[in-house]
């Protein structure tokens, strides 16, 4: 389990370097994935391999690999149901960013899938055990805010809490700021909305970083792109991750 573990940090490392190397900047910012996916780590959960895929099926979909995106994003909530918010984020910014030609209405559909391989794993588990997966979450969900005013009362490390809050919300602002037609942009305010409806069986320990670790890292890739792209002469737009890494290696080779 550890092995397994250690691999998919590294995988979901990998994926958001590309994701940084695709807004032109160093793949090392990466580490930010080990770090807030450290309870994921040392808890031996799936948080990291879901966010992996997940990150990989929005990589391979801005490159219209669609089939291969699709697939990788059905495992990705196969592995955890929450990255269905993702899926969602990523279904409503491709309805804003493309024409709504008949063409790209199909296109779009392809989204659907990860929502019906979900439903479909859903009824196999009913009709066999006889129980949903989310029968016993009452204190996992609620009002906006609720869960982390009765968390931040409760505590006995409210600072910690609240420090964690105030971070996903200033990334999730930035990011809108600095990006807002990123696709991770969207992605990082959707699942700033499903935090705060989160409870505080969440919100203590470390279930708000393996909840919402698609917050904290893909808002902080997007966070530092727009910035970027801000600051200097370059377009907003993200390139193609060759393309990208191209040009990676030749402002490296021409520094040496």
């Known amino acids: 389990m550890a092995v397994l573990t250690i691999l998919s940090g590294a995988f979901a490392t990998l ?34 391999a879901a966010f992996g895929l997940f990150a990989a099926g929005v990589l391979l979909w801005s490159h219209r690999q669609n089939r291969l995106a699709v697939a990788t994003l059905c495992l990705a909530v196969l592995t955890r149901e929450s990255l269905l918010i993702g899926v969602a984020a990523l279904a409503l910014w491709e309805l804003t960013h493309n024409p709504r030609t008949l063409r790209s209405l199909r296109h779009l559909s392809q989204l659907g899938l990860p929502v019906v391989a979900y439903g479909a794993w859903i009824a196999v588990l009913y009709l066999r055990l006889g129980t949903l997966p989310y029968q016993n979450s009452n204190a996992r969900l609620g009002l906006p805010g609720l869960g982390l005013a009765t968390t931040l009362v409760r505590s006995n490390d409210p600072t910690t809490i609240l420090a964690r809050a105030l971070v996903a919300a200033l990334l999730a602002i930035g990011a809108v700021a600095l990006a807002r037609h990123d696709v991770l942009t969207w992605i990082t305010v959707g699942f700033a909305v499903f935090a705060s409806l989160l409870g505080p069986d969440v919100w203590q320990g470390g279930g708000l970083l393996r909840t919402a670790l698609p917050l904290y890292a893909l808002g902080f ?36």
């Open 15 to 48: 994926v958001t370097a590309l994701l940084f190397i695709q807004r032109r900047l160093s793949p090392w910012w990466a580490v930010v994935v080990p770090l807030v996916g450290m309870p994921a780590l040392t808890g031996y959960t799936p948080e990291l």
């Open 221 to 256: 890739v997007a966070v530092l792109g727009g910035y970027k792209a801000r600051h200097t002469s370059e377009p907003a737009t993200p390139r193609t991750t060759v393309h990208a890494i191209r040009g990676l290696a030749s402002a490296q080779g021409a520094r040496t």
